[in-house]
């Protein structure tokens, strides 16, 4: 058994770096700027956005390359990451994608920049503020055009919103716009499409974002939150004492209650119990638990049918001098409703598979064998059919970290419970990704460690499994 335990444990490490792979590639693709959406909220004035975003990118460690190395076509640079805000690095890679000329390519987003510069530092000084809002704003646009349809349209609308103003402006700010229309038209004229189909393999080290992140959370460090730059640690911490707490108790009732009564199902097998436990336990099985919280919440909630002894408005702020009576009776008021929902689920599914797994365990020959010699009927299935029977359970039990984790989602968004699954949800409202990755990578651990703890009950279920796939006499 210990060298099956050190070998799940070693290769817990390769399939870590998998699931962290996946995990850190999911939050590169997610879509949206961070970095924008932190700013827009922060209120950033327009003349500091872009000191500011520098700034933010640094913090979060955007200005790095996602990966150890990056396989790419010859057209792309190596420093394409380099390029902020976000817009104007897709901007880039949308241009590269369609002609293949990266220096052409930058010095036209360089060419944009210039102008964008010129205008702001006269805009205060020259021509009337409608016409020449016209022409700021569509070259705050430019960079947002990927085709060349829309970035032809965009100069037109800035030359004609340049040709209603005085012939001052005109001359101060036409140097500046004709290099930028010289430097997008250099991008027809030397186009190098023949570097897309050129492979390259642009080698970044270790000073990467993936790197930083997989040592930071090695270190116990998840980052902190984009919408409130709270650490992660800190939200999960406080949001899994919920979810433990109802998932906890759920799974516990769901297996104290559901082993007997499958047990009795399948020893009273087509009597007239067994008919009624039956048609009991379908029904709950086919009733949503969500339908079930809505129905609960509407009859026992609420004053309007007289019942309304419970509340789903979440965690009740209590005196901190109150007593252990009155934290455990708000405390239970609280999860009552929710754990039921989450019971009565596990306990008709979990209640037909040691039904169905007990009678096929009493119709073996040990069983008859074990009658014959005159056990007692509670010694033949308890101790002898039940035991042989207990696969199923802690096949399913495997799944049972993971869900303790994760919470259920559904139930704690109804009953308004701030657990892992309210957490999750805000998150990904929210666009929280390092809380949303986080806990993806905390629930593939413990599924991972349920995986373990069933092979190691296996063993202890029954002592004729070999972990280790040898031959035992």
């Not at 817009?87 to 920049?113: H, V």
Request: with cysteine; proline share 5%; hydrophobic share 45%.
């Amino acid at each position: 058994m210990l060298r099956h335990l050190l070998s799940r444990l070693l290769l817990f490490v390769p399939m870590l770096l998998v699931i962290s792979f996946i995990a850190f590639g999911l939050n590169q693709c997610s879509p949206g700027d961070p970095v924008e959406a932190a700013l827009e909220s922060s209120g950033v004035m327009p003349a500091a956005y872009l000191r500011e975003y520098r700034q933010k990118a640094a913090a979060l460690e955007l200005d790095k390359p996602p990966f150890y190395f990056a396989v790419t076509s010859a057209a792309y640079p190596d420093t394409l990451y380099k390029i902020i805000p976000q817009r104007n690095r897709e901007t880039a890679a949308a241009l590269i994608a369609q002609f293949g000329n990266w220096p052409e390519i930058s010095r036209y987003l360089k060419q944009q920049d210039i102008f964008k510069a010129k205008l702001e530092s006269i805009r205060k000084d020259f021509g009337s503020k409608d016409q020449f809002n016209t022409a700021f704003y569509a070259i705050e646009r430019l960079p947002q055009a990927y085709q060349t349809v829309s970035i032809q349209a965009g100069l037109d609308s800035i030359g004609f919103a340049l040709a209603q103003q005085n012939p001052a402006l005109q001359q101060v700010v036409s140097p500046e716009f004709e290099a930028l229309k010289q430097a997008y038209q250099q991008i027809f004229l030397k186009q190098s499409r023949w570097k897309l189909y050129l492979p390259a393999i642009h080698w970044h080290g270790s000073n990467n974002r993936y790197h930083r992140w997989l040592a930071s959370i090695l270190k116990g460090d998840f980052g902190k939150s984009l919408k409130d730059g709270r650490l992660v640690s800190t939200k999960i911490r406080e949001a899994v004492s919920w979810t433990l707490t109802l998932n906890i108790t759920a799974i516990l009732l769901a297996y104290l209650l559901s082993v007997p009564i499958g047990v009795y199902s399948a020893v009273h097998q087509g009597s007239k119990a067994d008919r009624i436990i039956s048609t009991i336990l379908f029904g709950l099985d086919s009733m949503p638990n969500f339908w079930m919280a809505s129905l609960l919440i509407i009859f026992f909630t609420t004053p309007d049918y007289g019942m309304d002894f419970f509340r789903v408005l979440g965690p009740l702020s209590l005196p901190s001098d109150a007593g252990f009576w009155e934290r455990f009776l708000s405390a239970l008021a609280e999860i009552i409703l929710p754990v039921f929902c989450l019971t009565y689920g596990a306990l008709a599914y979990i209640s037909r598979q040691v039904r169905a797994s007990t009678i096929t365990a009493l119709q073996q020959d040990y069983i008859r064998t074990a009658r014959a010699k005159g056990l007692s009927s509670r010694q033949v299935v308890w101790k002898h059919a039940f035991r042989n029977a207990l696969f199923p359970l802690i096949t399913m039990f495997a799944s049972v970290f993971p869900a303790a984790l994760a919470g259920s989602v559904v139930i704690e968004h109804i009953f308004n419970i701030p657990g892992m699954g309210q957490l999750l949800i805000k998150s990904i409202q929210g666009d929280d990704w390092p809380v949303i990755y986080t806990i993806l990578m905390l629930a593939s651990l413990l599924t991972m460690v349920g995986i373990l703890i069933a092979d190691l009950l296996y063993a202890v279920a029954d002592p004729r499994v070999d972990l280790n796939n040898k031959n035992r006499n």
